[in-house]
């Protein structure tokens, strides 16, 4: 089941990169989920907010050394 599904549409955000999905769901509780960009599993993810600046931190991809 994709967990999306269970939000209502106005208050879900899409955010596409070239290699992730990022979903966010609000009102009244903020919940995040992120997913491969070629794959439809979905993880629930915790974000940082700031308040005082008024964004939300995303988290960084972590780099792998080869």
Do not use: H, T
């Amino acid at each position: 089941m994709n967990p999306l599904e269970v939000f209502d549409k106005s208050n879900l955000f899409l955010l596409g990169e070239d290699d992730y999905n990022l979903a966010l769901a609000g009102f009244p509780v903020w919940r995040a989920f992120i997913s491969d960009a070629e794959v439809d599993i979905w993880i629930e993810i915790i974000l940082a907010i700031d308040v005082a600046k008024r964004i939300i931190i995303l988290p960084q991809k972590k780099k792998v050394q080869k």
